[in-house]
């Protein structure tokens, strides 16, 4: 999920019921595999949050009993700021 969503995009998309989807997004974020990306306030006041994944990429291999898992994780937000700001020259 590279785009954030909400629980109910997830719902539609993967046609599940929604008290389950909610359990697991609660789920996916304790073990830090989901992010909170912004929490949205509608005009009738009501919030919601939009998530998305920390990982890029998951690879799973199971070959002559042995299983294989190779994970890619996503670059946040704040690293990427550090990196621009150390990047940056000073311009004379």
Known sequence: MLVPK???????????????????????????????????LTPDGKKFEMVRSTIRSASVQFDKGTLSVDV????EADEKLVKRFFA?????
């Not at 997830?10 to 992010?35: M, N, Q």
């Not at 890619?72 to 670059?75: D, K, N, S, V």
């Not at 940056?88 to 004379?92: A, D, I, T």
């Open 6 to 40: 909400s629980v109910i995009d997830i719902t539609r998309e993967h046609e599940i019921p929604i008290t389950s989807a909610y359990r697991k997004v609660k789920e996916l974020k304790e073990f830090g595999l989901l992010k909170v990306d912004r929490i949205v």
């Open 88 to 92: 940056l020259r000073e311009v004379r």
């Open 72 to 75: 890619t994780a996503g670059i």
